[in-house]
């Protein structure tokens, strides 16, 4: 069962808007941390923010924000004043359990992020 | 500090052969973590280490091997290169910890034909 859904392949946003990528995640342990890497055109994976399971505020980084909705199991990302160095693909990842074997991050298939000028 | 470096950054190779690919990483990690991304889609585990002397199979493992002899490297051979294997492969290492985040090398682009 796929464990992390991004359902949205491709996004457009107008620059200085905020836009939010979805992401769904299927668990059943209590432990987890969610988290949201940017990918580049240059390859490159460069993270930018994380949700712990346990955590009662919703976390934000600067112009990210997680949207975290613990009960529907998702963990949507959300980038305020969008700059055309936003585009770019984002993965969505969850790590079950803390660290050790069960530390492995398990990611989604990515969205990939357009800003139009 | 450099972070998690990868040799090479470009390789082909012809179906049949063997290549290692490099990974090191200066921040005393213990976890370290090889991905393939092939186009289109997210990361796969291949393997990853909790430490040295101990690896252990990811969700794609098949066609690989690793050896964690030290803290710093972690290097992933291919033998027999197929044309499956063609991939961008990310090396990766992290603390324990539920909060914290892996830090990724650039990337080893990899054809095979």
């Known amino acids: 069962a796929q464990k992390i859904t991004q359902t949205q392949p491709g996004m457009f946003v107008q620059e200085k808007e905020a836009v939010t990528l979805d992401c769904t995640y299927d668990t059943s342990d209590p432990s987890y941390g969610l988290f949201w890497y940017k990918q580049p055109s240059s390859g490159e994976m460069i993270f930018l923010i994380y949700?712990?399971?346990?955590?009662?505020q919703n976390a934000t980084e600067g112009r990210y924000s997680l949207n975290f909705q613990k009960a529907r199991k998702s963990a949507n990302l959300v980038i305020s004043a969008s700059q055309l160095g936003d585009s770019a693909m984002y993965f969505c990842?969850?790590?079950?359990?803390?660290?050790?074997?069960?530390?492995?991050?398990?990611f989604g298939k990515g969205t990939k992020l357009s800003v139009k000028p | 500090n450099a972070g998690v470096t990868q040799t090479p950054k470009f390789r082909i190779l012809k179906i049949g052969q063997s290549m290692t690919l490099q990974c090191t990483q200066d921040m005393n990690h213990n976890y370290m973590y090889w991905y393939r991304q092939d186009p289109g889609m997210g990361l796969k585990l291949i393997y990853y280490?909790?430490?040295?002397?101990?690896?252990d199979k990811g969700e794609v493992p098949n066609g690989y091997n690793v050896s964690r002899s030290t803290t710093e490297d972690f290097p992933l051979r291919l033998e027999l290169a197929a044309p499956s294997q063609t991939s961008v492969y990310f090396c990766?290492?992290?603390?324990?910890?539920?909060?914290?985040?892996?830090?990724f090398g650039p990337g080893t682009r990899l054809t095979v034909t």
């Open positions: 949700q712990g399971s346990y955590d009662q």
């Open positions: 280490s909790v430490g040295a002397g101990i690896t």
């Open positions: 990766a290492s992290s603390v324990p910890g539920q909060g914290i985040e892996q830090y």
């Open positions: 990842a969850m790590r079950e359990g803390y660290g050790g074997s069960q530390g492995n991050l398990i």
